[in-house]
């Protein structure tokens, strides 16, 4: 449980990253979404070679891991858009919704009963979205599309909490990057059409972050997240990312000054957030310690 853990904070410091490239990249969110999940295939695969860890497995897994990878494709394609509209501090804390949705969406699709402790949690940070999205008219747009980017996060994370179990996570990394590669593919002519954009190559300076982005903060991010997976709940994990927000926010005070535009309401907002993430730090903790308490010996 200690390593997964690890594991889950080294990944949220590599996410903290994936909003910066966000803006550092010129591309719209549609394309950078595409070579994300493109270079990052490439990437996978040429690991599984050379290491020869490549695993065969029947078709109609391939084509199941990689409806996840198209799921996870579609929420990069609206968390980048989130933050085109508006700017990295709003796109992120959006994200933070993931752990709302999740709560209401993991019962439903697992058939399991609700959580109320959950949806408590996960209500304070829905409180924290609210007031933020009081503010500057202009961040509208980007505020929904970081919506519509959370519950793609949250559907994802249910059905990757389902494959971590069953399948290797290199395995599961390099079809869900191949399936993202096909599903966004698809819809890309589509997306063009209501979205132009200039040019269609990266600069070479958009070419070698978009490889930093895939490799470090695709491929090494996601196979920490579902080697932790095996070990702590798809909500803890999702609680736990709400924490990116603050790692990204700094990282944007830093390099593009946004502090200068955000509201008194949105750091009222993101305080709620980080709130709900402690609770349920303690939740966890307690709950660890009651698990203990109940494997000691009863003394008589």
């Known amino acids: ?19 910066i490239f966000g803006r550092l990249i010129t591309l719209n969110e549609g394309l950078i979404s595409w070579y994300r999940t493109f270079f990052a295939a490439v990437a996978m695969l040429l690991y599984l070679v050379i290491t020869r860890k490549l695993e065969n497995i029947p078709m109609t897994n391939k084509i199941r891991i990689g409806a996840v990878g198209a799921i996870l494709g579609f929420h990069w394609v609206f968390f980048y858009g989130s933050i085109k509209y508006s700017n990295i501090s709003v796109g992120v804390v959006c994200f933070a919704l993931t752990s709302f949705f999740n709560a209401l969406l993991a019962p439903l699709l697992n058939k399991k009963r609700l959580s109320v402790q959950e949806l408590f949690l996960s209500g304070l940070t829905l409180c924290g979205i609210s007031l933020i999205f009081g503010m500057d008219a202009g961040f509208r747009t980007g505020i929904l599309l970081g919506i519509i980017s959370s519950i793609f996060s949250a ?39 209501f979205s132009p954009a200039t040019t269609l190559i990266p600069s070479l300076p958009d070419f070698g972050w978009l490889l930093i982005l895939a490799i470090l903060c695709t491929v090494g991010l996601y196979l920490l997240i579902v080697s932790a997976l095996k070990h702590i709940s798809s909500f ?14 700094l990282l944007a005070m830093l390099i593009y000054k946004e502090n200068k535009v955000l509201s008194a309401s949105f750091y009222i907002g993101l305080f709620l957030i980080l709130v709900s993430l402690a609770l349920q730090m303690l939740r966890v903790g307690y709950q660890r310690r009651w698990m203990k308490a109940q494997q000691l010996p009863t003394v008589m």
């Open 1 to 19: 449980m200690k390593k997964a853990y690890i594991q889950l904070h080294i990944a949220l410091i590599l996410a903290g990253f994936t909003g």
């Open 155 to 193: 559907l994802y994370t249910v059905y990757n909490e389902r494959l971590a179990g069953t399948f290797r996570s290199e395995t599961i990394i390099l079809y869900q990057m191949v399936g993202g590669v096909i599903g966004l593919t698809v819809v890309m002519p589509v997306f063009l059409y």
């Open 236 to 249: 803890t994990l999702s609680l736990t990312f709400n924490l990116e927000p603050l790692y990204t926010i």
